[in-house]
């Protein structure tokens, strides 16, 4: 036996030991993260929620009008992928413009916005939930959000395709305006909420609901979103598709007890 | 664009509609006392619904419809086919069902268990039937609550043995992948969360376990109101899902998986009453899949 010999022995045993152990440990758990991801974004689900969105692409510009003018909008976002990117390494950029418009439709604003998200093979297996539509080819990659400020006020916002990665179908966007709480109102609509709505509101917070004061009760009730819809008419103006929220099995009964509220879409 | 003649034309069905609709839904406080349906009578009813199913126009039908309690009214003007409802002035709370006549109808019922209690259900349920071609539509000829001008009360989605379950269950029986609709309505400001009550509508089968038509009623109703929420139970919340409805329990024991719960907020249910084109786009949702 060579010294050269037992030396390289020596170095595969120290390099075969952590990995037998991290496969020991890690084993199912890459093998279930494997055969998940394979099997794309829908696979045994179950469904947590579901939501409208509309879908910006190079059939034209998208209006959303507010229901008084706004200095803040919220933007939920996700590219939409062929199917044949469910894997892409490095994942996709994605982008879209909004044109912020004042209540004579001048702009005010005009922001290019461009996104990086995950592939969504990716999303699927690093997450708890994924989004996917259940009679449509595209898929859902990863989900970001963008709130876009507004000075002076806009009175309505205009979506717009940006050049995107090959594969991207579109974006798609749903669109928030805070509710327009103001002091006492907003506490109101805070103590308005059922005791589980509270708790979900105040996770955030050290202490429990009942132990909020009142500063605090004003700033959750304040931070509420609603949904706004777009001008038009579906179909001919905005294409409108329902997206699909699924959670993992094992992540059913931790979140049995969880409600849901807008400003935690 | 709607011309003025279509414009028109719309008007004058919407009227039409609507003095047929006062015309089939007599006021509640002429209600009479409720009978308690047992096994017989459920067994007459279900006789009668079946003949009326199979031929709305039949001659048999009066022969029928006696034993059941009902009156049957053949109707040959507006729609056709036939109006079973109890005889004038002997109101006893067993309900009104229509059924048409005629080649490549829906097989869709409306219901509205609830008219009166659940303001405007019943309305729009006999507005589906006269717009649309539907099957069949039925509602309650009793209210659900006792008040001062009427004592007697029944909650019909709470009756096994009645006959609006025997309408359920003889729809269920003459087209198997038919489906049956009841329209309820629902408070938002007395829901337990926030998020039931700043729903459009809940959409359920009664189970815990939605079909995939019920999944396609519900993405189609969620486009029709956005940005409001249609919810869909109990995914997306926890109550209203109909899961103890009797309609609905009976129809899925006899093996039929078309029963669709909805509910409808108060501001929805008015608006559809009064815009017609959300009424045909909400009528193409309960309709979609249906051969």
């Known amino acids: ?265 | 664009m709607i011309g003025r003649k279509h414009a028109f034309v719309l008007v004058l069905l919407m009227a039409l509609a609507a003095g047929l609709a006062a015309l089939l839904l007599p006021p509640l406080r002429d209600a009479g006392k409720v009978v308690r349906h047992d096994a017989n009578g459920m067994a007459a009813a279900r006789a009668l619904f079946d003949a009326a199913l199979a031929d709305p126009q039949s001659q048999d039908l009066g022969g029928l419809a006696a034993p059941a309690g009902f009156a049957a009214l053949p109707q040959k003007d507006e729609w056709q086919g036939v109006l079973l409802q109890e005889p004038a002035d002997i109101c006893v709370g067993r309900g009104a069902y229509l059924l048409r006549a005629g080649d490549a109808l829906m097989p869709l019922a409306i219901t509205a268990p609830h008219r009166g209690a659940d303001r405007h259900t019943g309305t729009l349920a006999a507005q589906f039937f006269l717009e649309g071609n539907v099957v069949a539509a039925g509602w309650n000829s009793a209210p659900r609550h006792d008040h001062d001008l009427c004592g007697n009360a029944i909650d019909l989605a709470r009756q096994d043995q009645h006959p609006f379950t025997g309408f359920a269950l003889s729809f269920a029986a003459r087209y198997p992948a038919g489906r049956v609709v009841q329209l309820h309505g629902f408070d938002g400001g007395s829901r337990a969360h926030v998020v039931a009550g700043d729903a459009a509508a809940i959409i359920s089968n009664g189970t815990n376990d939605p079909s995939e038509a019920v999944l396609d009623l519900a993405d189609c109703l969620t486009t029709l109101f956005a940005p409001r929420p249609a919810l869909l139970y109990p995914y997306e919340t926890q109550e209203l899902g109909g899961t103890q409805n009797a309609q609905g329990r009976a129809m899925r024991a006899a093996g039929f998986a078309g029963f669709v719960h909805i509910e409808l907020a108060a501001d929805i249910r008015a608006r559809l009453v009064q815009d017609a084109e959300l009424r045909a786009r909400f009528g193409q949702c309960l309709a979609g899949g249906l051969q």
């Open chain 1, 1 to 265: 036996m060579s010294l050269t010999f037992l030396f390289r022995l020596l170095v595969f045993l120290f390099l075969i030991t952590p990995a037998a152990m991290l496969g020991t440990r890690y084993g199912p758990e890459l093998a279930d993260y494997l055969a998940g991801a394979r099997g794309s974004t829908i696979g045994d689900t179950r469904i947590a929620s579901r939501s409208i969105v509309y879908r910006i692409d190079g059939r034209g510009p998208v209006d959303f009008t507010f229901s008084q003018p706004v200095d803040l909008v919220k933007v939920i976002a996700q590219p939409a992928v062929q199917p044949d990117l469910h894997d892409v390494a490095g994942g996709v950029v994605y982008g879209f413009r909004v044109d912020l418009l004042d209540a004579e439709g001048q702009v005010i604003q005009q922001h290019d916005i461009y996104l990086h998200a995950d592939s969504p093979d990716k999303t699927y297996a690093s997450g708890t939930r994924w989004r996917f539509f259940r009679n449509r080819p595209e898929l859902i990659a990863a989900q970001d959000e963008v709130l876009v400020a507004s000075v002076p006020r806009a009175a309505s916002a205009r979506f717009s395709a940006l050049p995107s990665d090959d594969g991207v179908v579109g974006a798609d966007l749903r669109v928030y305006e805070q509710r327009p709480f103001l002091g006492q109102q907003a506490i109101d609509a805070f103590r308005r909420r059922s005791t589980a709505e509270q708790a979900d509101l105040a996770a955030a917070n050290a202490f429990p609901p009942d132990m909020l004061t009142v500063e605090e009760m004003n700033h959750i009730g304040r931070n509420q979103w609603r949904p706004v819809g777009p001008s038009g008419i579906a179909g001919r103006d905005y294409l409108a598709l329902v997206l699909y929220e699924g959670s993992k099995p094992s992540q059913d009964v931790e979140r049995e007890s969880e409600p849901r509220h807008e400003g935690a879409k």
